[in-house]
């Protein structure tokens, strides 16, 4: 996904690529997708703007999120297939059903969030800019602050096989945890 609300698909693991979606308005941009299954995929981006297919990129369907117009930037799944949007604007919202109905997430602070990491079925990680990291041990009811080391934007993050977590951001940040989430350190 991407800008110009282009969608492309791949049947051979990335060799070639086909375009499999046009939006109408150019100026919209998708900046993350997730497939659910081989037929069902998600597709978020600027301004709210979200699309959903449920056979295989067949046909895609605008899908309305709320009443504001924030930029979805991460969307992930949990390991019970619960879902979960970071956005801008204290954006973080989830879904029990697949993505058919959001549920706003009371947010710990009104910034940008690009990613919620979930850990286990109830712990995730938020994250986000000016290294702003929270942690929520009840699917984001409530949320606790967690020191970073820089206050760098915090774009990525990855949950290692070891309960190991790394977050990456700008200016060639690392953090890794290695207490599931209760701190950070920079890695050199």
């Known amino acids: 996904v ?3 609300a282009a969608i492309l698909a ?3 693991a990335g060799l070639t690529w086909v375009h499999q979606f046009q939006g109408e308005n150019l100026q919209e941009s998708f900046l993350d997708v997730l497939a659910l299954d081989e037929r069902r995929v998600i597709a978020i981006g600027a301004y709210a703007l979200c699309y ?3 056979d295989g990129g067949q046909t895609w ?3 309305k999120i709320g009443d504001d117009d924030p930029h979805f930037n991460r969307l992930t799944r949990g ?3 619960t879902l979960y949007i970071a956005g801008e604007r204290g954006t973080l919202l989830r879904s029990a059903d697949s993505g058919a109905n959001w549920l706003r997430l009371k947010a710990p602070y009104d910034g940008s969030f690009y990613g919620i990491m979930p850990l ?3 712990t995730l990680i938020a994250h986000g800019l000016r290294g702003h990291i929270f942690r929520s041990v009840d699917d984001g009811a409530s949320w606790q602050p967690v020191a970073a080391p820089e206050p760098v934007l915090l774009a990525a993050g990855l949950l290692l096989r070891s309960n190991f977590l790394l977050l990456a951001g700008q200016a060639r940040t690392l953090l890794v945890s290695r207490d599931y989430g209760k ?3 920079s890695v050199d």
């Open 2 to 4: 991407g800008h110009d």
């Open 10 to 12: 791949t049947a051979d």
């Open 52 to 54: 959903s297919t449920a």
């Open 61 to 63: 369907a605008k899908q």
């Open 79 to 81: 390991p019970a297939g």
């Open 120 to 122: 286990d079925r109830r």
């Open 183 to 185: 701190s950070f350190a």
